[in-house]
């Protein structure tokens, strides 16, 4: 999908108005990887180790990705959007600097 600057500052002006919702919708393969690295980094050696204490982890980890990681992603997603979009409307202008 492409968005050109204008319609991405639109969105964005519709957005603070309450007149808009936007929502970035990242894959659920991203939450899983997570919660697997999460698990794989914090989940003890010791076999005797109960189901209880692997609950917990992947809980934290469910819990973490919601209200931390989730949120970082999807700002970071439209800021990056918002960065490519300005510098192609520089390097447009640049072009047509350098043409004239």
Same mark, same amino acid.
């Given at each position: 999908m492409s968005v050109a600057l204008t319609q991405m500052l639109a969105i964005n002006r519709g957005e603070s108005q309450k007149v808009l919702r936007v929502s970035v919708n990242i894959p659920d393969? +991203? =939450?899983?990887?997570? &919660?697997? =690295?999460?698990?794989? @980094?914090?989940?003890?050696?010791?076999?005797? &180790?109960?189901? =209880? /204490?692997?609950?917990?982890? @992947?809980?934290? @980890?469910n819990d973490a990705y919601d209200r931390l990681v989730q949120p970082v992603l999807t700002r970071s997603v439209r800021? +990056? /959007? !918002? !960065?490519?979009? !300005?510098?192609?409307?520089?390097?447009? &202008?640049? &072009?047509? +600097?350098? +043409?004239?």
């Amino acid at each position: 999908m492409s968005v050109a600057l204008t319609q991405m500052l639109a969105i964005n002006r519709g957005e603070s108005q309450k007149v808009l919702r936007v929502s970035v919708n990242i894959p659920d393969s +991203v =939450r899983e990887s997570f &919660v697997s =690295r999460c698990m794989s @980094a914090y989940q003890p050696s010791d076999n005797n &180790v109960s189901g =209880r /204490l692997t609950q917990l982890i @992947a809980h934290s @980890a469910n819990d973490a990705y919601d209200r931390l990681v989730q949120p970082v992603l999807t700002r970071s997603v439209r800021s +990056v /959007l !918002l !960065l490519m979009l !300005l510098l192609m409307l520089l390097l447009k &202008v640049m &072009v047509k +600097v350098m +043409v004239s």
